[in-house]
């Protein structure tokens, strides 16, 4: 067992592996997700694609490392959130600022119980890409059943079924990042036009909890809170975040699913004045719990980016398999670099995870442990629909901070998927959602997402949580 300790250096960030390129990944033999049966029409969309002007910056891409190297040693705390899968079609005004709006408020509770800066990390601006566990999809048409590529994300093919709509189309690649780009383009004028600004009563008001049929101890909890937080903006600047009058200038990163290599890579390039390739499309791209294979083509790209990159590790990974895909993606054990979103299922965090915890503390290795608190708890009702129940990513989160205090490791961020809209996909939470609720406004094409109340009550109860432990 080796003993590494954090990289002194930061000169020496550029850890690109002696011969990587952007295309090294398409040499991987393994069979890919999907592929895209014309390549001229491929290659003509790469190129256009990699003649576009980047979507992030690669100081805004540092300025996260290092944000995320102060969460790994407890100093500051990541909230990472926003939809399963954006759609194209939904590009509009009211979902953007209304993500932005519940991200902002939940970072507000996490600041006020932890006592420490939040940094906000939307899964938006490109979360356009979906795994599948099967690259195929059957179903009866005419009464003959028919097999089609399963539906990838709008930035591979479309959700109908039908051959059309369902073979992979390079272009919407190009559609993706157009699509991205407008959403951040509304996003940054947002932000810099005071949408963000701390003195709006309504980040401060929680007092629709007292609507809520949540238990009296708990709704005293929450009238605490929101009185509190009233008071809150002093905490804003001792905090370290901008002083107060500033606060137009929040900040928010994004971060997708890097699922789609082809559109990575033809948004990787040098950087004038650095070293290192930088994967433009997105601060904190990760790789999901299907595609991290030791020999596959996602970590073959990913161990070549300089980004902090994130992996989901669910509780299949094995400890040793864990220590060497450290290794492969940050080899010279930089601090910020390696974001690792455990998502076990409530039932197993505490089997699967304390292992895997010991195992990287023991062996020196320099990560940030996160906690998707959603991907291991999908379950479908009786009437055959996808749901996820609230306590159940509750009890998640609760065992995954226990289990931390356990080994005596650092919990630094929290993954959800969530929407600011008032959805009726994940049961349970204060105001109740019942099986007969569910068909009232049930909207995501994927997985169920958490709505506005039950978004803010986990920020609460996930932070008092980690505030006794
Ligand atoms: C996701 O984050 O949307 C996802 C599919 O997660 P996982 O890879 O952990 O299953
Ligand atoms: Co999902």
Redesign the pocket.
């Known amino acids: 067992m080796s003993d590494r300790k954090p990289h002194p250096d930061k000169q020496t960030l550029d850890s690109t592996p002696v011969g990587w390129k952007p295309s090294s990944w398409t040499r991987c033999q393994m069979d890919k997700p999907f592929t895209y049966p014309d390549l001229k029409e491929l290659e003509a969309a790469r190129t256009r694609l990699a003649q576009l002007p980047p979507l992030v910056t690669s100081g805004e891409i540092e300025k996260l490392r290092d944000e995320i190297a102060l969460a790994q040693i407890g100093k500051r705390f990541i909230l990472q959130g926003g939809d399963?899968?954006e759609m194209l079609a939904e590009c509009s005004s009211a979902p953007i600022a209304n993500k932005l709006k519940i991200l902002l408020q939940m970072s507000l509770v996490m600041i006020h119980g932890l006592r420490m800066p939040v940094t906000r990390v939307g899964r938006f601006a490109g979360q356009y890409a979906?795994?599948r566990s099967s690259p195929t999809e059957t179903k009866d048409v005419e009464g003959q059943p028919c097999t089609l590529p399963s539906y990838f994300g709008d930035l591979v093919n479309q959700i109908d079924f039908n051959e059309q709509s369902r073979t992979p189309d390079p272009f919407l690649m190009v559609e993706g990042y157009k699509h991205a780009a407008l959403t951040l383009n509304f996003i940054r004028s947002l932000l810099e036009g005071g949408f963000a600004d701390l003195h709006h009563p309504e980040y401060w008001d929680l007092s629709f909890f007292n609507n809520a049929s949540v238990s009296d101890q708990r709704r005293a909890q929450y009238e605490q809170m929101s009185r509190t937080l009233a008071d809150g903006l002093s905490f804003m600047e001792n905090l370290g975040e901008q002083r107060v009058e500033d606060s137009s200038r929040v900040d928010f990163y994004t971060s997708h699913?890097g699922l789609n290599l082809f559109y990575e890579q033809a948004q990787t390039r040098q950087v004038p004045r650095r070293q290192g390739y930088y994967d433009l499309t997105t601060h904190l791209p990760w790789i999901?719990?299907?595609n991290r294979q030791l020999d596959g083509p996602h970590i073959e790209f990913f161990k070549g980016i300089v980004n902090p990159v994130g992996v989901?590790v669910?509780p299949t990974m094995q400890p040793d398999e864990l220590i060497e895909l450290i290794d492969a993606l940050n080899p010279s054990n930089i601090p910020g670099k390696l974001v690792l979103?455990a998502?076990m299922g409530a039932g197993k965090v505490a089997d699967h995870l304390p292992p895997l915890l010991d195992r990287v503390k023991t062996e020196g290795r320099t990560v940030l442990w996160m906690v998707?608190p959603m991907?291991g708890n999908g379950t479908t009702t009786s009437s055959g629909i996808k749901t996820r129940i609230f306590d159940d990513i509750l009890k998640e989160l609760e065992a995954t901070v226990d289990a931390h205090d356990e080994a005596d490791t650092i919990l630094g961020g929290v993954h959800f998927?969530l929407t600011g809209e008032d959805v009726t996909e994940c049961l349970g939470g204060g105001s109740g959602i019942t099986e007969a609720d569910l068909s009232k406004n049930y909207v995501s094409l994927?997985?169920p997402r958490l709505n506005y109340q039950q978004s803010l009550e986990l920020a609460f109860l996930l932070t008092s949580k980690l505030g006794q432990s």
Request: proline share 6%.
């Open positions: 399963c899968a979906k795994p699913e999901g719990e299907r989901k669910g979103i998502r998707d991907h998927e994927c997985d």
